[in-house]
């Protein structure tokens, strides 16, 4: 199975600032067809989850431009440029090039 | 505009079979680019992928190596749903339950509501 590791697993940001989450996978995303499957979810209190990102850097319709996503092989990247009080919630992300698995996700709170 | 709707008991025996049902509206089951997944969450396990169905000129599933010996996932193209049975359970398996759609490329784009469902005598 592939694991995938978040860190950190809790990020205090102030509003206005940056904020960056880490994504690791035990063995490289990259699929036979060429794509790479790694995506970024965002799950507010009470919500199911919502995609953000897919393919690595695509911003899936109506998700806000202060998000972006960067990385290739086992390495992965969630960007937030400014952090907006909206953006409170848990962040994961999720591999689907063997079977599908998510990571243990990200906790982003305002300080 | 796709929504997922999901109906089914929120309490199971152990040892028992905990089936839910997802009904799809804005798409169809039976489309040959979608796919019909099964997630879960739970506070030790986190989210879990369960298993799926899809349509590509033949009905297919794949369900995570460590449910597939006790889960089903099947369409119903009558009424365009489809559902999810898992069998033997045990109070391990007390999770939210979520259905969600998959679009080529982009995985889980809609989700249903969540079913909570636990496992208790």
């Known amino acids: 199975d592939i694991v995938m590791t978040q860190t950190p697993l809790s990020l205090p940001v102030t509003l206005g600032q940056p904020a960056s989450i880490s994504c690791r996978s035990s063995q490289s995303l990259v699929h036979s067809d060429g794509n790479t499957y790694l995506s970024w979810f965002q799950q507010r209190p009470g919500q199911p989850p919502r995609v953000l990102i897919y393919k690595i850097s695509n911003r899936f319709p109506g998700v806000p431009d202060r998000f972006s996503g960067s990385g290739a092989g086992t390495d992965f990247t969630l960007r937030i440029s400014r952090v907006e009080a909206e953006d409170v919630g848990v962040y994961y992300c999720i591999q689907a090039t063997q079977f599908r698995t998510f990571g243990q996700g990200t906790r982003v709170e305002i300080k | 505009q796709v929504e997922l709707q999901q109906s089914g008991p929120g309490l199971v025996k152990p040892s028992q079979t905990l089936s839910l049902t997802c009904t799809i509206s804005g798409d169809s089951v039976s489309s040959n680019s979608a796919a019909w997944n099964w997630i879960r969450q739970s506070p030790s396990r986190g989210l879990e992928w369960l298993g799926r169905t899809y ?44 259905c969600a759609r998959e679009s080529p490329g982009i995985h889980f784009d809609y989700w249903g509501q969540g079913t909570l469902v636990t496992v208790s005598s």
């Open chain 2, 55 to 98: 349509y590509r000129s033949k009905w297919d599933n794949e369900y995570a190596p460590s449910m597939e010996s006790r889960i089903t996932v099947n369409p119903d193209t009558s009424k365009n749903q489809f559902s999810l049975q898992l069998n033997s359970v045990t109070p391990e398996d007390t999770a939210v339950y979520y």
